[in-house]
């Protein structure tokens, strides 16, 4: 039973982190749908969203150990 709570804290740990690379883009791919449904444009979502998503590969692309990993939550972004 340990085992199970060992790996399920680890998946948590993962859908964090790719939540946090990910998940302004997906935010901001959201309010893009809710701006062309109400008629609007969505230009300014979608170049927030391609901003967002070019950060995210910036913060993936980097070298983490133990050490400094939590830095690669781009907490403060």
Do not use: P, W
Not at 7 to 35: D, E, P
Request: a neutral charge.
């Amino acid at each position: 039973m340990t085992e199970y709570i060992v790996v399920l804290a680890l998946v948590v740990v993962a859908a964090i982190g790719v939540y946090s690379f990910f998940g302004k883009t997906v935010r901001n791919q959201m309010a893009g749908v809710a701006q062309e449904i109400s008629g609007k444009s969505s230009t300014t979502q979608v170049r927030n969203a391609a901003a967002a998503a070019n950060s995210a590969a910036t913060q993936a692309n980097k070298d983490y150990s133990l050490s400094n990993y939590d830095e690669a939550t781009n907490s403060g972004n």
